[in-house]
């Protein structure tokens, strides 16, 4: 069975303390790997996409990497607009369809 | 370009009534997606649909049933709400082609069943 486990639950920085968040995973032959930002009372809004090892995306203060069982988020510098819950998901070959995501990471960064 | 809309917002059932949630997409997307998020559970998938006229079970269908009867509407159903349905309900649409196409989510609808 496919499974996405993030940590930490929560983290709290301060403005200027950069971090990253994990996302490990375990799936039968990865297709891809997503990272989702959500805001409270929103829908998550799409990130990045990872395909294999190795791989890393930058989008501003973000920095996604993608290794054979994990991935990481890396925040540089955050700002307090930077403050949301992160989503990782995996999309496996066999049911290729399908999304399956982790529970989250809730990032605050205080000014 | 509204996107992903979804309807209502809210709504609160009683235990045993019935209701459907709307969701509607302007992208013109084959792929559309029903979820539920629970506090540290994260989404889970309940149906999704790859076309006009089909649908297919998810992770957790048990007492729902949907609906594509047009391209770009994705009906959820109810037919007898029970408290476990409480959760916020995401819809989500994609491209076909690739399938690595990102998903992209409605607002949510939050549901509450007393």
């Known amino acids: 069975e496919d499974q996405v486990t993030q940590s930490p639950e929560a983290l709290r920085l301060q403005e200027g303390e950069s971090s990253s968040l994990n996302c490990s995973y375990t799936?039968?032959?990865?297709?891809?790997l997503f990272w989702y930002r959500q805001d409270p009372g929103k829908g998550p809004e799409f990130l990045f996409t990872?395909?294999?090892a190795g791989e890393e995306k930058e989008k501003e203060r973000l920095k996604a990497t993608l290794t054979k069982k994990e991935s990481f988020l890396h925040i540089t510098a955050p700002k307090p607009e930077d403050s949301a819950t992160y989503l990782c998901?995996?999309?496996?070959?066999?049911?290729?369809?399908?999304?399956?995501f982790g529970q989250g990471t809730r990032l605050t960064i205080n000014p | 370009n509204a996107g992903v809309t979804q309807t209502p917002k809210f709504r609160v059932l009683k235990t045993g009534q019935s209701m459907t949630l709307l969701c509607a997409q302007d992208?013109?997307?084959?792929?559309m997606y029903w979820y539920r998020q629970d506090p540290g559970m994260g989404l889970r998938l309940i149906h999704y649909?790859?076309?006009?006229?089909?649908?297919a079970k998810g992770e957790v269908p048990d007492g729902y049933n949907v609906s594509r009867l047009k391209k770009q509407n994705f009906l959820l159903g109810l037919e007898s709400a029970a408290p476990s349905q409480t959760s916020v309900y995401f819809c989500?649409?994609?491209?076909?082609?690739?399938?690595?196409?990102?998903?992209?989510f409605g607002p949510g609808t939050r549901l509450t069943v007393l």
């Open positions: 989500a649409s994609r491209l076909a082609g690739d399938l690595l196409n990102e998903q992209f």
């Open positions: 799936v039968s032959g990865l297709r891809g």
């Open positions: 990872l395909y294999s």
């Open positions: 998901a995996v999309q496996a070959f066999q049911g290729a369809q399908k999304l399956v």
């Open positions: 992208m013109n997307h084959e792929y």
């Open positions: 649909s790859v076309g006009e006229g089909t649908t």
